[in-house]
């Protein structure tokens, strides 16, 4: 019999890995929604998340903002872009275009989604890709491409997981499945869709891993603060908010006490899923920092202190603006 090694003489040789943290952007719609974005944007970056995602709009619609907000962020800011994609309408030379161009601007993340199907019930161009980890393949293949450009820094690739059934799937065994062949297909990490009970990100996690499923997968958790939101949200995932937190919130006689309702159910999902093994946090903001950062603050989260992260200004108003255009 061979020695131990010297990793197995030393089991905590690495110490505990910290916690993880993100936050979803999105690309602004107008040059006012610019500038607020760049001060929120201003207002993460104090808080030196891991990375920030950047979503995608159905079929590409606004790749071009979301590309020219990436670019930016790598060029502007220390924050480290996870740039959305989706294939559901694109062929396969469409989107190794779009995965070429997201490299060359510097992205080393990328979530693979499959998006939206048609809401018009039309049906995809012959030869364009139907489902995430189609997509997956695609961009390790261009990645393979381009290994010696990327030797500084290879492409993590994350997944969307439900922690309640897909609205499409026909079960939650199902839904593992899936996650499952996206892990196969060299998926590196999932994060969650917005879920609203404690118990659903557990139950998601002991389900994958008895599975098979051995990538982090991390809780996505949005600031419980507008009634709005948590019922639009409720609809697309077909999982009903707690009908408590929604009358407590509907009682609320003012916006501050709101939040501070909002806020606290938040940190209370959030810490359930750290108990649960949740290896971060993603924090969805709507662009918005306030509830993120009070989110944020309660949650006390062990962080890393990362040494000379210099925090460059933000874009001024005139260069938000074209960001907007």
Known sequence: MSPPSLIDTHPNLAGAAPVALSYELFPPRSAAAAESLWTTIGELEATDPDYVSVTYGASGSNRGTAVELINRLVQETTLRPLAHLTCVGNSPQELAEIIGELLDVGVRGILALRGDQPKDGATPP???LRYAQDLIELIRRVEQRRSALLCAG????GVAAYPARHPE?????????VLLAKQRSGADFAITQV???AEQYADLLTRARRAGVTIPIIPGVMPLISLRRLARLGE???????PELIDRLAAADTDAERTRIGVRATVDLANAALDAGAPGIHLYTFNEHAAALDVLDKLALPRPHRHGAQRRPAPSAATAGQLAS
């Open 236 to 242: 697309l995932t077909g999982v009903e908010p707690a």
């Open 195 to 197: 879920f609203f009970h």
């Open 126 to 128: 012959p030869g364009s």
């Open 169 to 177: 799937s026909p079960s939650e065994a199902h839904d593992i499945e």
């Open 154 to 157: 290879k492409v993590a690739v």
